[in-house]
């Protein structure tokens, strides 16, 4: 069974296997498509293939409804050929952190020196309104957990490059930027404990993406991270959050972030 490889081999592994689906050898870029953030998957290039998640080793069917199960090849307009991760698995799917940077892992393995981290989350900072992208500037893990097994002292400074966000900035000159913390979650926060968060420095607050930028910056790729912010972090809004809320703001949108994210790729 291949779930008994290492974690470098099973996304070995997956990376041949997707290169044979797909017909495509090396993947340049890859992206994490997030709630709201889907639809940039039909802008950024031409399709070239589209494969089921749970043909690839290590790969699970998207347990979360809103979030598509696919892997997606694509050619940019510039020839690179970008690969889009539809199928996420979140550290509270309980498959252990292995599986959530397992795509991460995988899309090194294929290739790409550049990964995209999207996601849609509830805003701390009340700077950040529904409906806003925020680009990602540095996070909280706060997940009590790491991708990185053994002695590995990985470097996390400048995670989200300045190099990348300077590019979105060029596409979006009013990108507002903020750190991003990953909760375990399931369930949301209290309204104390995003008082908390936001005296600790967080600006945006999340279910993903710390861990998977970890994996990201061991395997040496360049990171970009965007949120969609989708409510209001909890005791910040009016009223009680829901999965559905999330769902509605994120497609409400998608045509916007989906716009968003061509012009950020056309310049990478
Ligand atoms: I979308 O308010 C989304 N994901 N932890 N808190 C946490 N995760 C989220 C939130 C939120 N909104």
Redesign the pocket.
């Known amino acids: 069974m291949s779930h008994d490889l290492d974690p470098a081999a099973l996304a070995a592994t997956a990376a041949a296997a997707i290169a044979e689906l797909t017909g495509v050898e090396r993947h340049d870029i890859a992206l994490t498509l997030g709630?709201g953030w889907g639809r940039a998957a039909d802008v950024i290039g031409e399709t070239v293939a589209v494969i089921q998640a749970d043909q690839v080793p290590g790969f699970h069917a998207s347990g979360v409804p809103g979030h598509s199960g696919t892997l997606r090849s694509i050619l940019l307009p510039n020839g690179a050929h970008a690969l889009v991760i539809g199928a996420r698995t979140h550290f509270y799917e309980g498959r252990g952190v292995r599986s959530v940077v397992h795509g991460v892992r995988t899309a090194a393995a294929a290739g790409a020196r550049i990964m995209i981290l999207t996601n849609?989350?509830?805003g701390v900072d009340p700077a950040f309104k529904a409906g806003e992208a925020v680009l990602i500037s540095d996070h909280l893990n706060l997940t009590a957990a790491s991708p990185i097994e053994g002695a590995n002292f990985v470097d996390l400074t400048d995670l989200y490059a300045s190099r990348l966000r300077d590019l979105a900035r060029e596409a979006s000159p009013d990108l507002q930027e903020g750190v991003y913390v990953q909760?375990p979650?399931p369930h949301?926060?209290t309204p104390a404990e995003v008082r908390y968060l936001r005296t600790i420095g967080g600006q945006i607050?999340?279910?993903s993406t710390a861990l998977e930028a970890i994996a990201a910056r061991q395997a040496g790729m360049e990171i970009l991270g965007l949120s969609l912010i989708?409510?209001p972090?909890?005791g910040l809004g009016e009223d009680p959050?829901s999965h559905d809320e999330?769902i509605a703001e994120g497609k409400a949108a998608e045509p916007r972030l989906a716009e968003l994210l061509r012009s950020i790729v056309a310049r990478m």
């Open positions: 709630s849609g989350a509830g909760l979650g949301y926060e607050v999340g279910m989708t409510n972090a909890a959050l999330v």
